[in-house]
T-cell receptor, first 112, second 114 residues
Framework: DAKTTQPPSMDCAEGRAANLPCNHS???????VYWYRQIHSQGPQYIIH???NNETNEMASLIITEDRKSSTLILPHATLRDTAVYYC?????????????FGPGTRLSVLP | DTGVSQNPRHKITKRGQNVTFRCDPI?????LYWYRQTLGQGPEFLTY????????KSRLLSDRFSAERPKGSFSTLEIQRTEQGDSAMYLC????????????FGPGTRLTVT
């Protein structure tokens, strides 16, 4: 079973920041938080990951709470092309081949 | 395009037939994963290879499923005696054994069993 919980759906206005929450209250010390997204009819796409520090890349920012029990993925200026299902996953690193365990994710709809 | 590729993209077959899917990972990636995804659900792990060795199989991978990666490059997933419940998207992903460990996914093969 997935070790994360996410809201099933969210809406965001185009051009605004999209803040997607994830709860991972049972996360262990050596587990990273990964975010993927899946646009309709495509394979999942890696977005970002982190351990305890906030991370930022060209796609998004990841904010992890100090107790690491929850995190937020931030898309700073959402566009219509960001409409997708977003998955939050926790995973040990080094992984020794551990697969990703996906939950149902959050369906983000970016509205014009 | 140097990403993960999968063929075919779509496959329609009749119940009881055998089907085979192919995955070509990113060339320097030594790990290859197969997942299955049904409508409205996240991908579910099926099996994974490190080089040519199949190191883990999910309980979802029944005896009718077999996967190979003969030379540690491309992989095939075969389903024998297909059932309607096998209808799903079959996703392949690859990764390195070091670094960020993220998996790169292919576009998937959508199987419909009639």
């Amino acid at each position: 079973d997935a070790k994360t919980t996410q809201p099933p759906s969210m809406d965001c206005a185009e051009g605004r920041a999209a803040n997607l929450p994830c709860n991972h209250s049972t996360i262990s010390g050596n587990e990273y938080v990964y975010w993927y997204r899946q646009i309709h009819s495509q394979g999942p796409q890696y977005i970002i990951h982190g351990l305890k520090n906030n991370e930022t890349n060209e796609m998004a920012s990841l904010i992890i709470t100090e107790d690491r029990k929850s995190s937020t993925l931030i898309l700073p200026h959402a566009t219509l092309r960001d409409t997708a299902v977003y998955y939050c996953i926790v995973r040990v690193v080094p992984d020794y081949g551990q697969n990703f365990v996906f939950g149902p994710g959050t369906r983000l709809s970016v509205l014009p | 395009d140097t990403g993960v590729s999968q063929n075919p993209r779509h496959k329609i077959t009749k119940r009881g037939q055998n089907v085979t899917f192919r995955c070509d990972p990113i060339s320097e990636h030594n790990r290859l994963y197969w997942y299955r995804q049904t409508l409205g659900q996240g991908p579910e792990f099926l099996t994974y290879f490190q080089n040519e060795a199949q190191l883990e199989k999910s309980r979802l991978l029944s005896d009718r499923f077999s996967a190979e990666r003969p030379k540690g490059s491309f992989s095939t997933l075969e389903i024998q005696r297909t059932e309607q419940g096998d209808s799903a998207m079959y996703l392949c992903a690859s990764s390195l054994t070091e670094g960020r460990y993220e998996q790169y996914f292919g576009p998937g093969t959508r199987l419909t069993v009639t």
